[in-house]
């Protein structure tokens, strides 16, 4: 039996290993809003333009719109054997509107659809993506309004760097969540062209309205050149490049809620709702949620490295390889959404231990760089023999098994004779903390205003 879209040119179908590598309908079925608001912009300019009947144009509008109907109400039958989501669409047409569906496809191909349908998908997606990240800020600025002075251990090379608080922490999550916004922004601005009548690669003979077709669907403009349009899969290697970053940075939140939840650290505790326990062991609470955020990094990531894998070799116009641009890059969309309403639930779900944050914020002689600075500024040494005076006191600090601000000033003045008592008031955390007063800094009037200019930025209608 001859497939009906090859026409005359094929007398046998398919091998069944054929068809398993061919259709695409378990995936691209995603597409068929996509898909039928095209079409039906296609019919509508192919009508206005007279090149078929406005009857067929006005039959074409209304059996797509009850096909619709049909998918998401979930009576409509998706065949395997039609392949993808087009065919079926077209298939059901014919069936419900006789012969004016063979219509529809006159001066576009299956090559402009996809790519139309897809950028169109992933216009929606990116919307849908922006208003999760929406959702993570907000969070995100609101538990550090909470904790705009709540006093936690600042980590380089997870090692005790220098006091932080809280909310100073959440806010740089924030400012990361903000950069991916703009990259996607970036993204669905450059997508906003449209595909449609660019045909198979070289345009139509028909004389269609393309910027009549573009403006309906919402694009900035047509295409220009018809075998960049059919060809170019830049758009969805952007969009992932942008799913990419954002995934790494909810990789690396997820990673701390891991370690700060750990009984080692003690920072934080996440409730029942995103933990797990153990089959075995009765006392566990595991962070499996943050944990699958982490791991889910890792198949974004990889829709990202296999479309660049497969478009790097293709010439143009239009290769069937291209088919591989939408499952991965679906399925990347899809945890990239679920990994960010896990994140903002947990972000709203923990709560800090805010005793054992304070006392992890004064070990490790954090306030180190503070008795530094004050060398800095109140005995005017160079800040190179400061850091080298400081790291002597240190020592002896280590050595007597006390931190820095429980250190006897004359053991101080044994290193440096000009130390005064004045010292101790740079030495706690809290004091620590409370200096970072310069744009930036960790000082809780400054993470107060900037959660509280976050909020105010995010409850503003775009």
Request: hydrophobic share 45%; net charge positive; with cysteine.
């Amino acid at each position: 039996m001859s497939n009906k879209m090859w026409g005359g040119r094929f007398v046998s179908g398919p091998d069944p290993i054929m068809a398993d590598i061919n259709a695409s309908i378990h995936f691209d079925r995603h597409l068929y809003r996509q898909d039928i608001a095209a079409s039906k912009a296609h019919a509508a300019m192919l009508g206005k333009k007279g090149i078929i009947t406005a009857q067929d144009a006005k039959k074409i509008a209304h059996g797509l719109d009850t096909i619709l109907s049909e998918i998401e109400s979930g009576k409509f039958a998706f065949q395997r054997a039609l392949e993808d989501i087009h065919m079926n669409v077209e298939s059901r047409l014919a069936t419900l509107i006789g012969p004016a569906a063979g219509r529809l496809h006159t001066a576009r191909s299956r090559n402009d659809q996809v790519a139309t349908d897809f950028r169109l998908w992933l216009r929606d997606a990116i919307d849908g993506i922006d208003a999760a990240l929406v959702a993570y800020q907000h969070a995100l600025a609101e538990k550090a309004l909470d904790h705009a002075a709540t006093v936690m251990p600042g980590f380089t090379h997870l090692q005790t760097a220098q006091p932080v608080t809280f909310g100073h922490h959440l806010l740089a999550y924030a400012e990361m969540a903000e950069r991916d916004r703009g990259r996607f922004a970036d993204a669905r601005s450059r997508l906003n062209e449209s595909p449609l009548g660019a045909g198979a690669l070289a345009g139509t003979s028909f004389a269609i309205d393309r910027a009549m077709t573009a403006k309906a669907l919402g694009f900035a403009r047509p295409m220009a050149n018809s075998l960049d349009a059919v060809a170019d899969r830049d758009f969805v290697l952007e969009t992932l490049s942008a799913c990419a970053i954002a995934s790494v940075h909810l990789s690396r939140f997820a990673e701390e809620i891991v370690i700060w939840s750990s009984p080692l650290t003690g920072l934080i505790r996440l409730s029942d709702k995103f933990t797990t326990g153990s089959s075995m062991m009765p006392q566990k609470r595991n962070p499996d949620a943050a944990e699958l955020v982490r791991a889910k990094t890792g198949r974004i990531v990889g829709a990202l490295t296999g479309l660049m894998m497969v478009i790097k070799g293709l010439p143009l116009a239009y290769q069937k390889d291209l088919q591989e641009d939408k499952e991965g890059a679906i399925d990347a969309i899809a945890a990239l959404d679920l990994s960010l309403r896990a994140m903002t639930g947990m972000v709203r779900d923990l709560e800090p231990d805010i005793a054992r944050m304070k006392a992890a914020a004064g070990e490790g002689f954090s306030t180190a760089t503070d008795l530094a600075d004050w060398l800095v500024r109140t005995l005017k040494m160079p800040f190179r023999d400061a850091h080298h005076v400081t790291g002597q006191i240190v020592a002896k600090a280590a050595e007597a098994g006390v931190g820095l601000d429980k250190l006897p000033l004359k053991t101080m003045q044994a290193v440096e004779p000009r130390i005064s008592k004045a010292v101790f008031g740079v030495l706690s955390a809290a004091n620590s903390v409370a200096s970072r007063k310069a744009f930036g800094g960790t000082a809780p009037a400054n993470v107060r205003a900037q959660a509280k200019r976050w909020l105010k930025r995010l409850n503003k209608p775009l």
